[in-house]
């Protein structure tokens, strides 16, 4: 069986099989993220092969605007979304749960930079030595309050991955890694990680030198 269906198959299982409710939870809400993951490459296999929008839509069974504009970067002939690698994924899961225990309307760019100073990758020990630490960084965070859309991230978060996603594709790389989310949450329009480590006073020279930008 491909990895993915083995994430999804396995994550499926210790969810159901699980009687701790919070794990239970946990486990889904990574199944979750396999699933939307899984949906996105059998949409673009689709639209590769011929399928219309159209067909799309009516097997997800949505409208044909909606998988338009879910998916339409997905068609053949435009660029090619970058998957997230597994410590990108688990920066953006961190940070939405940052985001959820303050109350926060929506997952903001200091939100995003502390989930992946805590995501434990090597990103995040190299942010360490300039004096960025999640704990740190953590008492400096704004008020968060990015407009949500209908996936529960805020605007200025998908303007986040978006430029990750560029950045990651300016250097070459097959997977946004954490430390093109880190690079470009310093560059969020909400200005909240920015002002974080401004606050710390760490350096965004620093950090785009530690991070080899």
Not at 187 to 199: P, V, Y
């Amino acid at each position: 069986m491909p990895a993915p269906q083995h994430r999804i198959c396995r994550l499926a299982d210790e969810a159901a099989a699980t009687r701790d409710p919070e794990l239970s939870l946990s486990k889904l809400r990574e199944l979750r993220d396999e699933l939307v993951a899984f949906e996105r490459s059998r949409v673009s296999q689709a639209l590769r092969s011929g399928s219309s929008f159209s067909s799309v839509a009516k097997a997800l069974g949505i409208s044909r605007q909606a998988a338009h504009r879910r998916y339409r970067e997905l068609a053949p002939g435009t660029a090619q979304p970058l998957a997230l690698s597994t410590h990108a994924r688990r920066a953006i899961q961190l940070a939405r749960k940052e985001a959820a225990a303050t109350g926060a309307r929506g997952v903001t760019s200091a939100h995003l930079l502390l989930g992946v100073l805590k995501s434990g990758a090597a990103v995040s020990r190299a942010l360490e030595a300039v004096g960025l630490t999640a704990a740190t960084a953590r008492d400096c965070l704004g008020t968060g309050d990015a407009a949500t859309g209908e996936d529960g991230d805020g605007g200025v978060a998908r303007a986040v991955l978006a430029e990750a996603a560029e950045i990651a594709r300016a250097r070459h790389t097959t997977y946004v890694e954490p430390d093109h989310i880190a690079l470009a949450a310093l560059n969020g329009t909400d200005g909240d990680a920015l002002q974080a480590i401004t606050a710390l006073g760490v350096s965004p020279a620093d950090v785009r030198e530690r991070l080899a930008c």
